[in-house]
């Protein structure tokens, strides 16, 4: 984060957190109350008290307005410490007893049949039934009609994709068999190094010219030896089948610099958004960017909790809690690390924003309404819990949009 987007960063992951723990759990038990699903107790207390601990780390921090290079490190390794306390819990409830390991492999077994499966086999039974060939002949006719309408959109959507795409391709390594080619895997290796080098070019405003070309000569130097070496291990048929962890911590770490690269873009729109309608940034991070953040969670988790029975709820809630601490801690924390080593040994300062604890005061309600409300209904999702949370996030965002509202008013009267 830089002096211009702390203020939205941070907004963003707030907003994100509590946009998931108050609209998607909401919706979730809401939609969930004739189902008469139990939440594993143990779980989901560890994860709201967690999330609890993590944001009054964050409130400290924000309180004292500014944070070193090694507080941001102890912040960022809470996610490990999470991760610890996750498999100590599950040990020890594994462990309980044979009822507590009966459940919860009844749970897992059903974690490995698609959710779409109870899909593919009512149309195997109409299949065999004979009710399904004269509906495929008609769909295949309507299918055929719209593909020929469809075909000039699809063109036109690719030609549009493609300047997106293909830099994307050639710079992140791809080692699945379906997607695999060697030239492009050769290419992608040997580029990734040099964009890396122009992505360190750009961020450093203080790069003088001799570290700019020594930068760029590591970045060819990288490129070549790790296309020389992927031409030479790999083969033209198939993936490399050894060694195969380079490749997909390569792969990661390119998707994760592409994300950044595409976040950093949609920041500077939302800013000069901002520049234009005169909304503050922080609104445009706590609203827009937090949503079109949270829809995915919104989808999956739903539709995990719809149809994946009493296991597929279970890890709906259990990743509207864990998805928040991860990218609090870990993207967050990460952002931190980065921001504290560039400048250091200077702390990295955070801006005064009222709105900031606001937001986290507002999450807070929400997950101790949820921490008391779920035990007293015996751990199963309904529309009480549910409306609780609407009624915390309605509430804010009211709040919110009548602090940008009235000054808006006030502005255009005078």
Known sequence: ???????????????????????????????????????????????????????????????????????????????????????????????GGMDNMDSDSSYNSGLSIPILNGIEKVEIDCLEEGNLEDEKGVKSRKCCFCLRILAPCSILVWILEMPLYLPRRLTIPIACQERWSKPIAVVSV?????????????????????????????GFLFGITFGVLAYLTTEKSSPPKKCLFPWLAG???????????????????????GY???????ILGLTVLAWGNSLGDLITNLTMALNGGPE?????????????????????????????????????????????LETLGFLVAALLWALLVLPIRDMRPDGVLGGGLFLIYLTSMSLRLIQVVGPLQLHTFT
């Not at 939609?31 to 139990?38: E, S």
């Not at 594993?40 to 924000?62: G, M, Q, T, W």
């Not at 234009?276 to 922080?282: A, M, V, Y």
């Not at 998805?323 to 993207?331: A, E, Q, R």
């Open 276 to 282: 234009i309608l005169g909304i503050s940034h922080s």
């Open 190 to 218: 040997a580029l990734a190094p040099i964009l890396l080098s122009v992505l360190w070019d750009l961020q450093d405003d203080n790069l003088t010219f001799n570290t700019g070309l020594a930068v760029y000569g590591m």
């Open 1 to 95: 984060m830089d002096s211009g987007t702390e203020d939205i960063g941070l907004n963003t992951v707030l907003g994100g957190a509590f946009f998931v723990t108050c609209v998607v759990v909401g919706t979730i038990s809401t939609l969930m109350h004739r189902k008469r699903v139990q939440v594993n107790k143990p779980a989901f207390v560890r994860d709201v008290c967690y999330l609890l601990l993590v944001l009054a780390s964050l409130i400290l921090i924000l309180i004292y307005g500014e944070i070193n290079l090694w507080g941001a490190m102890a912040f960022s390794s809470m996610y490990v410490i999470y991760v610890i306390l996750v498999y100590i819990v599950h040990i020890f409830w594994n462990s």
């Open 312 to 356: 597929g709820a279970q890890v709906a809630i259990s990743g509207c809690y864990a998805g928040p601490i991860f990218n609090t801690l870990f993207g967050l924390g990460l952002s931190l690390i980065g921001s504290a080593w560039y400048g250091y040994p200077s702390p990295v300062q955070f801006p005064k924003d009222p709105y900031l």
């Open 251 to 273: 792969g990661f770490l390119m998707s994760v610099f592409w994300s950044y690269i595409i976040a950093q873009e949609l920041v500077g729109l939302l800013i000069s958004l």
